[in-house]
């Protein structure tokens, strides 16, 4: 068994953004500071994340990006207070990575990929003495209050005089983060919310006529809402709505993507309380209900419905057979024969405001990130746990959650600028 001891020493547990930000802000303190990874090498989940392009933040306002972190607005929106989107964007330049905004607002490296941006990364950090070691998992703590870590070579021992966790969430156990701390945490009382998936797909009954001919087709230029009040009525359901335009995937299982995302919160809280949860699409969010009215009421001669509402309104392919998997038989009766103002009525509310059904959650292992964590009331504003002083948190352990779309990322990283503030006074006391 080995023992590493040195004086003024930071321990940081966990190599994803989290931790890499605490370490690259205390090193250039002149602190003291050893990354221990329980992975073969840093960052996998921040690379893995980048495969498609990395989104590093959003453009988005202010106050209306804080309050995408919903009941933890509060917390998070302290976190940004001293780190936000603007800063992300000037601390990737500053590793000479260039960034730009899309057309949504999403802002990513010019070359889109995570893996020059973390190179350059981690060669600031050598290069301000940080010390790292791989393949170690943390195993909590030894008797005279040492770190344990399970090694290849076997267990190893390190002391330091202030600790940042930032180990991770529930999702995507094969990077590393399996939650796998937290009864090491609930040994010592710390209390923690059970995991929850978050940012993942959820479950629909969609017929195999209808998953056979469109799961995998995406479900461009629409609108969604959670019911925010019941009624039988969908207009009225519709007056009690916010809705966000945006894009999401059918799949073999439900709905995937960054808009069903965005609602995530609200749907698993309607599934925990009911058992069943129901959003809301609008198939056409460009035009007005009262035109698309006026469109499906027009004669429509011998053609079916499908030729009407795709020669009038332009919907056809996955749009089309949504509104035939979601309304009732009887709402396409009759065939070539004309159609009761009760059909038409029906169908034109249903364009604008379509019921969706669903019944479940993926699993958290499968989910882009986890809900659930280390309770706020456990840390203080800096994460420092209370009853495990000089102990900080960062990063996923804590229970707050974002959709996508850079929220997730920016709020990893000014959680590591506030640990490590939070470091550097424990450090100076």
Request: proline share 4%.
């Amino acid at each position: 068994m080995e023992t590493e001891a040195r004086a003024g020493q930071v321990a940081i547990i966990g190599a994803g953004p989290a931790g890499l930000m605490a370490a690259e802000r205390l090193s250039a303190q002149g602190v003291a500071v050893t990354i221990y990874e329980a992975m073969p090498s840093p960052g996998r989940k921040f690379l893995l994340a980048g495969r498609g392009g990395l989104n590093l933040t959003h453009t988005e306002a202010p106050e209306a990006f804080v309050r995408r972190y919903g009941a933890r607005a509060a917390e998070v929106g302290a976190w940004l207070a001293h780190f936000d989107a603007a800063a992300v964007r000037q601390w990737a330049e500053g590793l000479g990575v260039a960034t730009f905004a899309g057309s949504s607002g999403r802002v990513f490296p010019t070359g889109m990929k995570a893996a020059p941006l973390l190179r350059a990364w981690l060669a600031r950090l050598a290069a301000q003495g940080v010390a790292l070691h791989v393949r170690h998992r943390w195993q909590g703590w030894a008797e005279d209050g040492s770190l344990r870590f399970a090694t290849p070579e076997g267990e190893r021992l390190a002391v330091a005089d202030a600790v940042v966790l930032a180990l991770g969430g529930a999702s995507w156990p094969r990077m590393g983060t399996d939650g796998a701390w937290a009864e090491w945490l609930q040994a010592r009382g710390v209390a923690l919310e059970p995991w929850q998936a978050a940012n993942a797909g959820f479950l629909a009954d969609w017929s195999a006529y209808f998953t056979d001919r469109h799961a995998g087709e995406p479900l461009k230029d629409i609108a969604m809402a959670v019911a925010a009040a019941r009624s039988a009525d969908a207009g009225a359901a519709e007056d009690a709505l916010v809705w966000r335009r945006g894009e999401c995937m059918v799949t073999r299982y439900g709905l995937e993507g960054g808009l069903v995302y965005a609602h995530g919160a609200a749907l698993r809280q309607q599934l925990a309380e009911q058992g069943q949860a129901q959003l809301w699409l609008d198939l056409l969010p460009q035009r007005d209900a009262a035109w698309v009215a006026a469109e499906v009421a027009r004669p429509r001669g011998a053609r079916s419905w499908s030729s009407h509402l795709q020669s009038r309104l332009g919907l056809k392919g996955v749009k089309m057979a949504l509104l035939r998997e979601c309304l009732p038989a009887e709402v396409f009766a009759n065939g070539n024969a004309g159609a009761t103002h009760t059909q038409t009525r029906a169908l034109a509310a249903a364009i604008k405001c379509l019921p969706v059904s669903l019944s479940g959650m993926r699993p958290v292992a499968e989910a882009i990130s986890s809900a659930g964590g280390i309770c706020f009331s456990e840390v203080d504003g800096q994460g420092q746990l209370l009853r495990l002083p000089g102990v900080f948190c960062a990063g996923e352990m804590l229970d707050w959650e974002a959709p996508t779309g850079g929220y997730l990322l920016t709020a990893c990283l000014a959680s590591g600028v506030a640990a490590a503030q939070g470091v550097s006074g424990w450090l100076s006391r």
